[in-house]
């Protein structure tokens, strides 16, 4: 990976489910990686083709339609399969690598005394923004490192991030992955797992 001088070290933990240790990475990086266009982020990945396994017919299994781009950097890789086509599964595998990328990787708020969210999300009131956005991945990293900064406390957080604690929490909740990972998080640090009604 290609680093430049304004490049700064950012943290990344990723929480290894099937030992439960905290592997703890330092990647230097102009930008997070979710936020890197297709083709640069393309080109920090390691990319294979194969073919799929499963049900949809003869053509499946005879092309390499399947696709798993690997973030060298990190080690954190993401699979899609779902479709004949070489080129949907491109998409499909780096829409959910940006969104593991910004599950993982960990950024500090600053400022938090001072902190206020991006401009952008005023466009999304209450934090309704649908998965396939591509400003998504932006807002589950920039929800997750206001989450840690504020020892994550759903409702100090909802606050930073001028949201409902209820509109947070149904955020965290639609996206199944996250409300897990938030919910381990919380349950490592003794606290109790965030609940919806």
């Known amino acids: 990976m290609q ?14 489910s099937f030992r439960g240790k905290l592997l703890q990475l ?15 982020l393309s080109a920090e990945c390691r990319f294979e083709a194969f073919v799929g396994s499963g049900p949809g017919g003869q053509k499946r299994h005879k092309t390499n339609a399947a696709v798993r781009f690997t973030h060298v950097p990190s080690g954190i890789s993401a699979v899609a399969s779902e479709s004949r086509s070489q080129r949907e599964n491109r998409i499909h595998a780096l829409r959910r690598l940006r969104h593991k990328l910004a599950m993982e990787i960990r950024r500090e708020v600053e400022d938090p005394v001072n902190y206020s969210p991006p401009g952008w999300f005023g466009e999304y009131p209450g934090l309704h923004i649908n998965s396939k956005n591509p400003r998504y991945p932006v807002a589950v990293a920039e929800v997750l490192d206001v989450l840690k900064a504020m020892q994550w406390s759903a409702g100090r957080a909802a606050v930073m991030l001028g949201a409902t604690t209820s509109a947070l929490t149904r955020f965290l909740h639609d996206d199944p992955a996250l409300w897990t990972k938030v919910n381990q998080t919380r349950g490592g640090l003794g606290m109790k797992p965030l609940r919806w009604e």
Do not use: G
């Not at 680093?3 to 290894?16: F, G, K, P, R, S």
């Not at 330092?26 to 640069?40: C, G, H, I, T």
């Open 3 to 16: 680093v430049n001088a304004l490049a700064h070290v950012m943290w990344i933990a990723n929480q290894d």
């Open 26 to 40: 330092f990647v230097a990086m102009a930008r997070p990686p979710w936020e890197l266009s297709d083709e640069k």
